[in-house]
């Protein structure tokens, strides 16, 4: 999963006079208190850490707190949820407008319905709330699922995360693992054929029906029978001088 990273750092930790009888649990205590927090100085949230003492001398800082520092150096294991990046979490709550999951069991990420809806339609089975692809009626998303999202923006403040299903790699984690390779060949194909027809529309919209093309797209025993030149037959020839001169019809091709 993308976000995650571990730093090597050279840190001094500053502790109180009576802190020195265990200076080990003290700097353990410190680290600790920054755990699941944003930090700047790291460039992100500290999950984990390993730290070991460079030496036993201390620097003594005067002042009318006095104290000392100690050198040390640190494995830290960061988390930082960049744009665009591709994350992971549990599903523990969704409603028609939006899916809400846990990501490393501290941060969460709400996926609205704008982020969601050209691939997925909410749904009530037994009582139970889910949401299903468009395409593949096995691909869904209900409570307890891990699903794998993209990363849209991240508030370092209260590490909440707004996310995407919108592009094809993402979805049930379980599903994508198992099925992404076989349903890849279905999307592409359909996509393609939707573009193309899309595409003919735009040159000539009130002699193209649509639906009539995706009619015969669902109706092909082999999607790969239909060929690109079944569909630019439908296409309208255009004359400079006289405007549109003549449409062509669709034949249907039969073996």
């Not at 988390?79 to 899916?99: D, N």
């Not at 590490?159 to 995407?164: A, E, I, N, P, V």
């Not at 573009?195 to 009130?206: D, G, L, M, T």
């Amino acid at each position: 999963m993308e976000g995650l990273k571990v730093s090597e750092a050279e840190l001094m930790v500053y502790l109180q006079p009576s802190k020195s009888i265990n200076v080990s649990n003290a700097i353990f205590d410190e680290l600790t208190s920054m755990l699941f927090k944003f930090n700047e100085t790291f460039d992100g949230v500290l999950l984990a850490y390993s730290a070991t003492t460079n030496d036993e001398l201390a620097k003594i800082l005067p002042g009318l707190h006095p104290c000392f520092g100690v050198r040390i150096k640190a494995q830290l294991l960061l988390f930082h949820p960049k744009p665009s990046m591709i994350l992971e979490g549990k599903v523990v709550k969704l409603g028609p407008q939006s899916i809400h999951v846990v990501v490393l069991g501290f941060s969460s990420a709400t996926i609205t319905e704008e982020d969601m809806s050209e691939r997925f339609d909410y749904k009530v089975k037994h009582g139970k709330e889910l949401f299903a692809s468009k395409l593949n009626k096995r691909h869904k998303i209900e409570v307890g699922t891990v699903v794998r999202f993209v990363v849209n923006s991240f508030d370092e403040e209260i590490l909440h995360m707004s996310g995407s299903l919108l592009p094809a790699h993402t979805g049930n984690v379980n599903w994508l693992d198992k099925y992404a390779n076989e349903d890849l060949v279905e999307r592409f194909a359909f996509s393609f054929y939707f573009r193309e027809a899309k595409h003919i529309i735009c040159i000539h919209p009130c002699g193209v029906n649509l639906y009539s093309i995706l009619l015969v797209f669902s109706n092909s025993k082999k999607r790969s029978d239909l060929q690109m030149t079944d569909h630019r037959e439908l296409i309208t020839t255009y004359d400079d001088d006289d405007g549109i001169k003549k449409s062509k019809k669709h034949k249907s091709r039969r073996s």
